[in-house]
């Protein structure tokens, strides 16, 4: 079958070029990152308007979203790991079978969104475990139940994303995020402060401005798969197979250690956030800041890991392991040398970056105390992100999860908190929220440097 245009560029061009193939990621990239940049401002938008209703609905969406995201993030990470696969299937010149492929994976999204509304259903256990106050526990039910029903559309619309980052094709959903950044906002602040005959309902009108929200994402995704000529050569729109069972177990093989490995790097955030809490509100808040610098800056190499991945996995798929090892070692390259600049700003700019975020000085001072931590522990951040990714595209996902699991679980939350509140070795307690951001700094940056060896061996046996 013949290629389509639309596919990535041909030996014969400039990608063969390091120059070439470093431009194709940045470009991918680029476009991802300003989608991820709009994900971002829906959470934002609610943090706002939530935080100007009153002090218990963003206590109340606080706890919420830590329970929503948990969840969230390990069903979009299953799905985000069929990538590599349609990305092969692409560069293999398999269209027909790509978009069998598709087809198969709503399965799996159906099975996903069941269990991911069962737990937000009832959301119980969960609750209890975090200690939520009852006072809250009212109001967070109420946000999760209406986030339960906006979870299915949410991971279709993931599923939408992962099929056009694959195809080299990233500006539909990007154009996408970006025009419902506003409808997001304008729609959370009506349903939590209510008017125009709809009743005021606090935390829980961010929920319903996310589910009205990503019901239309996943109705314009739908009709641009049906009507663009885009994915014509793909044959998606069609009646879906009975489900393939050895496809499916693929599907899972792959997508549950790399949902896995994401759950383990999001609760080790959760668990730190609330290790720290015990050291008292100023704490608290100068770690809230230093994780919000973190994720910020982490968005741009999560995008250069999915562009480099769907470059890698679009050269194995064409029979050219060459050109994917060369894939790789531009995106690691690439990211290394982004991540350098941006830990070099945070470190030398701590006073000013922790200003913008608080006029409190007290807060800014503490705040601006952990950001060289911070600046450090994005370093093995971004190589981690990286190489997390290129290895999804050799099919190694299992090995990611242990190490994540080991040196995450198993050293920076236990290493940090023995730093804060017992001491460990010559160095009596910190008591201060840096013990874990050097203690996780260190964590991730070993965490990075072996998925990165991994990754390099994985990429020389591919012959």
Known sequence: MARQPEHPARPANAARSRGGELAAIARHAAV????????????????????????????????SVAVYVTVQVGLMGLLQALLPVWAELRGAGRL????????????????????????????????????????????????????????????FFRLYSTLNQSLGQPRLVTALQIGAVLPKAALSAWFTFGGLGVPAQGAAGCAWATLAVYAGLMLAALALLRGRPLYAPYAIWQKPERPDWRQLAAFLRLGVPAALAVVVEVTSFTFMALLVARLGALAAASHQIAASVATVVFMAPLALGIAASARISHWLGAGQPARARHAAAVGIAATAVLAACTASLIALAAGPIARLYVGDAAIAAAAAALLPAVAAYHLGDALQAASLFALRSYRITTLPFVIYAVLLWGLGLPAGHALAFTGLGPWPAWRSP?????????????????????????????R
């Open 32 to 63: 991802v990152l300003a989608g991820q940049l709009a994900a971002v401002a829906f959470g934002l938008a609610d943090t706002l308007i939530a935080g100007r209703y009153s002090q218990d609905a963003l206590a109340a969406l606080s706890v």
């Open 96 to 155: 027909r079978q790509l978009g069998q492929s598709v087809r198969q994976s709503l399965y799996l999204l159906a099975a996903a969104s069941a269990l991911g509304m069962a737990v937000l259903l009832m959301p119980g256990p969960l609750l209890d475990a975090a200690q939520v106050p009852e006072a809250l526990q009212a109001e967070a039910r109420r946000y999760l139940a209406v986030q339960a029903w906006a979870l299915p559309p949410a991971l």
């Open 434 to 462: 840096l013990a874990f951001w050097c203690a996780i700094a260190l964590a991730q940056g070993l965490t990075g440097l072996t998925l990165a060896a991994t990754l390099w061996r994985a990429a020389l046996k591919k």
